[in-house]
Nanobody, 123 residues
């Protein structure tokens, strides 16, 4: 079992930055691929990014490729999402997730999900 807890959300003005954190706990949590998703009101959950267990492989959705950066610290059992140049359309609940495969995450599937953290970007 892996538990995931997100933090770092909040209210920010357009053009600003936020860094989200996802603290993982549980057995062998460092061996999982970790990903970030978001869900805006009335919309489907959207894949954002995935990172391998070593941190050496990352992949991003086109919508955030040039603005968001995913990283992880296995020493701290934490994965991060640095979000820059935020736009009002980035407003959503952001979730982290863990899965044994990166393909699962890219396709919206995960073994474990966090509870989410709200990000609101004002214009």
């Amino acid at each position: 079992q892996v538990q995931l807890v997100e933090s770092g959300g909040g209210l920010v003005q357009a053009g600003g930055s936020l860094r989200l954190s996802c603290a993982a706990s549980g057995r062998t949590s460092s061996s999982y691929y970790m990903g970030w998703f978001r869900q805006a009101p009335g919309k489907e959950r959207e894949f954002l990014s995935v990172i391998s267990w070593s941190g050496g492989i990352t992949y991003y959705a086109d919508s955030v490729n040039d603005r968001f950066i995913i990283s992880r610290s296995n020493d701290k059992n934490t994965v991060y999402l640095q979000m820059n140049s935020l736009k009002p359309e980035d407003t959503a609940v952001y979730y982290c997730a863990a899965d044994r495969t990166n393909c699962g995450l890219v396709n919206g599937r995960a073994d474990y999900w966090g509870q989410g953290t709200q990000v609101t970007v004002s214009s």
